[in-house]
């Protein structure tokens, strides 16, 4: 495997991110504590998943890695770029679903490919919220921007548009939350790509945590629950409806537990269902339609 | 339009089975109503909406007909059989979601499309249990069987197979429940394939208003309310990844609302959750994952 190398380097970070993240999950949440299992892929490779379920400011959360390796699958092989009969993959997936509505659930992800003579590196981070707290939208884009501007300056702009692009729901007409940055296939000097990747996951703790703590002990009743419950149901749609990374890993015979540990504790669905003008879950609601400059 | 009056007929047929499967489940729940909302497509046709929200014994229920017509759109122009640049399509979709984790969810449709010189029904029925009585599964299919024999002779067990082979998790290598029929495109002709469709419609009811009727009223707690949520989000996996009504319908600018009325009303996913052996769960799961004939 010609990226051998660069392979063993982000596994060894991957690893070393989900440590800290799940350490600085555990210390915010302050009594949950995050269960692991790892799991052995039967093409080659594996992976640790650990989950943090009913914690006491976090409802569900994921924070897992993975590296495999082997055969390209038939399915894949048209459609992953590179060349050669073989490829490896490395992860971190993290999501993060609070208790309380007023705090938003989160995604990151970094990934590195490597086909042949190919190897490029994909991820992103972005914040889905059930009620709008304009600071939490700009601190979490400041401090992604701030990533950005260190390794791919003048990045951050194209990277943002392309979080809103992909996080949109067509037949909702709504973006999942106010978006972050997404980008893949970068090209160029792929160590400097790890360094902006391993940059953008110590980058993450800080844009998302703080954000976690103050709003995890604001006061919320069965108004504020229902409405997160709904959305939380938008974010289901996302995943299983256009989620590339959670189609793909369904269909090429990924850990399910893994890859679905995503989806929201609790979720409801309301036929039709809009909130009154003039209130705070309206007030969301026009933000994901119309994304804004948070940064 | 050369099918114009087998498509009237079956508008004519939809429209009164919808009034009767209300009229039906209305009767069952004995305190929720159908709300009712009437739709337009814009590029032509439009539809009736019927959903029940938070009955006694349902906890949410749609029972909708559509006709749309007009220009084949371009998504759809490769994959639609037939000829000509404009189609028409009616149908009739039931789910239904009950409070009491002991009834089963069900659900059942049928459809007619025309595109030039083709036109062709579709449709079919299954159930979807949380907790497994052989006795609803068996009558279910006994009564579609007797629709099936009285227009179909022997195709029951090919339509009850293709069922089995649709509703099919691959990702938890579980079936959505115990079955029932599907079928599509049975060629021949289509006014005989209208009144076989009629019979099914007509079937339904007998064939699902008992079992909901004769579990509604059992004891049930905060397990088996659990362990319907888990399964419900299996029905929501289903519909979003895989079911091609529901992909399809969203694709092509379907009304959403409508379309997703089929998803559970309060879902939950658990990391990795196995019911115990040896409990009324786990016999569940074995059944799912290997079909038996019933009727």
Known sequence: MEHARLVDAMEALVRELQDRIVAGLEAVDGAGRFARDEWQRPGGGGGVTRVLAEGERIEKAGVNVSRVHGAVPP?????????????????????????????????????????????WFGGGADLTPYYLF???????????????????????????????AYFYLPHRGEHRGVGGIFFEDLGG?????????????RTFPRAYLPVLERRAGLP?????????????GRYVEFNLLHDRGTVFGLETGGRTESILM??????????????????????????????????
């Open 220 to 232: 919320w009743g069965e108004r504020e629950r229902e409405w997160q419950e709904i959305r939380r």
């Open 134 to 164: 304009e600071e939490d939208a700009a601190h979490f884009h400041r401090e992604l921007r701030g990533a950005c501007e260190r390794h791919r300056p003048g990045d951050y702009p194209s990277f943002k548009r392309t979080c809103d």
């Open 262 to 295: 995503s989806l929201p504790p609790r979720v409801r669905w309301c036929y039709d269902h809009h909130p009154a003008p003039g209130t705070e879950e309206e007030r969301l609601l026009q933000v994901i339609r119309a994304p804004r400059d948070w940064a």
């Open 75 to 119: 399915r894949m092989a048209a459609r992953l770029p590179g060349d050669g009969d073989t490829f490896a993959a490395v992860g971190l997936s993290i999501v993060v679903h609070p208790r309380n509505p007023r705090a938003p659930t989160t995604h990151a992800n970094v990934r590195l490919l490597a086909r042949g003579s190919k190897a």
């Open 189 to 201: 000097d792929p160590w400097k790509e790890l360094a902006f990747v391993e940059d953008l996951g």
